[in-house]
């Protein structure tokens, strides 16, 4: 089973900053990893997949990073609209999917 | 433009069954490559992936929840059904449906992509209790 640790659990910033969030995977997954937005009372939202490609009508402010065992979100300039949940999910062993346990990133 | 919308019970008791729909719409799951698949969360807590079905009726399940887990699909009225057996207070969750990007596969890296969940339907929490 393939387990996916973020970190840190919440990261508090300020509106303008820049945010690093981070997954590792317990082994390789090679590239199959993507992240998820949640606002509260909201379904998540994808927005990186393959670990780099910005979904559809996400900002460029987001980019994502790496490959194997270790992975970047980064959000470049911090928005009001970003403070949210952010989880990674990796389809490495397909088709079983697992999600990490999420980064809280919240206004400082 | 893709939308799906979670149906069913907002309370059932424990050892009852769950059956969940999942309506949508922008797409089709006769088209190749397509899929819907089942997430939840309990309140407060991480997501956690439970089954999928794909156009060509191939069906997978969280091996956890394996036994207690039943996906089919009607094409025809663009549905989805999941069931889940002999509920417990632990399965009180926000329960998801989403739509399964196509996978394909990209010669110039090698690798099979999509298989990413997205959209999501807004979502409907279940509670379980007596």
């Known amino acids: 089973e393939i387990v996916l640790t973020q970190s840190p659990a919440t990261l508090s910033l300020s509106p303008g900053e820049r945010a690093t969030l981070s997954c590792r995977a317990s082994?390789?997954?090679?590239?199959?990893l993507a992240w998820y937005q949640q606002k509260p009372g909201q379904a998540p939202r994808l927005l990186i997949y393959?670990?780099?490609n910005r979904a559809t009508g996400i900002p460029a402010r987001f980019s994502g990073s790496g490959s194997g065992t270790d992975f970047t979100l980064t959000i470049s300039s911090l928005e009001p609209e970003d403070f949210a949940v952010y989880y990674c999910?990796?389809?490495?062993?397909?088709?079983?999917?697992?999600f990490g346990p999420g980064t809280k990133v919240d206004i400082k | 433009q893709i939308t799906l919308k979670e149906s069913g019970p907002t309370l059932v008791k424990p050892t009852q069954t769950l059956t969940l729909t999942c309506t949508f719409s922008g797409f089709s799951l006769s088209t190749s490559g397509v899929g819907v698949g089942w997430i939840r969360q309990p309140p407060g807590k991480a997501l956690e992936w439970l089954a999928l079905?794909?156009?060509?009726?191939?069906?997978r399940y969280s091996p956890s929840l394996k036994s207690r887990l039943t996906i089919t699909k009607d094409t025809s009225k663009n549905q989805v059904v999941l069931t889940m057996t002999n509920m417990d207070p632990v399965d009180t969750a926000t329960y998801y449906c989403a739509h399964i990007t196509p996978s394909y596969y990209d010669i110039l890296t090698g690798y099979y992509k999509g298989n990413w969940f997205d959209p999501w339907g807004q979502g409907t929490l279940v509670t379980v209790s007596s």
């Open positions: 079905i794909y156009w060509n009726d191939d069906k």
């Open positions: 393959d670990a780099s």
């Open positions: 082994q390789s997954v090679s590239s199959y």
């Open positions: 999910q990796q389809r490495s062993n397909w088709p079983i999917f697992t």
